[in-house]
T-cell receptor
Framework: DQQVKQNSPSLSVQEGRISILNCDYTNSMFDYFLWYKKYPAEGPTFLISISSIKDKNEDGRFTVFLNKSAKHLSLHIVPSQPGDSAVYFCAASPPGSQGNLIFGKGTKLSVKP | DVKVTQSSRYLVKRTGEKVFLECVQDMDHENMFWYRQDPGLGLRLIYFSYDVKMKEKGDIPEGYSVSREKKERFSLILESASTNQTSMYLC????????????FGPGTRLTVL
């Protein structure tokens, strides 16, 4: 049973517009949520995170929103750039874990010039 | 700068061979992880270690074993490689505390013929 779900396998956006990547989760006890970006043939790189006690965190062009009642988080990229084209993974940290993360299956973002 | 290195970027092995994948981190992190990434399946945890000589099974440990003799080094072993172990293997490490952010190596693309 998937605890972290990214229901859109792919997303295509025009350069300069907003990209919104979505993630749903089932466990209300998750402590933290993280977003990773992955280019082909490279390891994932950490992008941004949010604590379960917050509802928004912003870092430059990237903003993560957390809606605890809906068990939903989203990553907004504004403005989108062709270099943002990558696979984005949502991850959640269970409480009391040894730092384990539970990953979604990823969403492939394509930003067209 | 945070650095996780993996011994090979690309590896081709034959069915039945014993395969060693090495991972080294230079950040003095306690926890280390091995994942495999397959299209449409996201990142799946194979094994993790929270201290030297300690190891825990992840979600898909079958067919794999690990070794952690030194803090900075975590090895993944395929005892008898099979074609269904063809995959991208990713190593990660993290320091205890914070957002449970994990730092990933560049990955090893393993092909088993």
């Amino acid at each position: 049973d998937q605890q972290v779900k990214q229901n859109s396998p792919s997303l295509s956006v025009q350069e300069g517009r907003i990209s919104i990547l979505n993630c749903d989760y089932t466990n209300s006890m998750f402590d933290y949520f993280l977003w990773y970006k992955k280019y082909p043939a490279e390891g994932p790189t950490f992008l941004i995170s949010i604590s379960s006690i917050k509802d928004k965190n912003e870092d430059g062009r990237f903003t993560v929103f957390l809606n605890k009642s809906a068990k939903h988080l989203s990553l907004h990229i504004v403005p989108s750039q062709p270099g943002d084209s990558a696979v984005y993974f949502c991850a959640a940290s269970p409480p009391g874990s040894q730092g384990n993360l539970i990953f979604g299956k990823g969403t492939k973002l394509s930003v067209k010039p | 700068d945070v650095k996780v290195t993996q011994s090979s970027r690309y590896l081709v092995k034959r069915t039945g061979e014993k395969v060693f994948l090495e991972c080294v981190q230079d950040m003095d992190h306690e926890n280390m992880f091995w994942y495999r990434q397959d299209p449409g399946l996201g990142l799946r945890l194979i094994y993790f270690s929270y201290d030297v000589k300690m190891k825990e099974k992840g979600d898909i440990p079958e067919g794999y074993s690990v070794s952690r003799e030194k803090k900075e080094r975590f090895s993944l072993i395929l005892e008898s490689a099979s074609t269904n172990q063809t995959s991208m293997y990713l190593c990660a490490s993290r320091v205890v505390g914070g957002y449970n952010e994990q730092f990933f190596g560049p990955g090893t693309r393993l092909t088993v013929l």
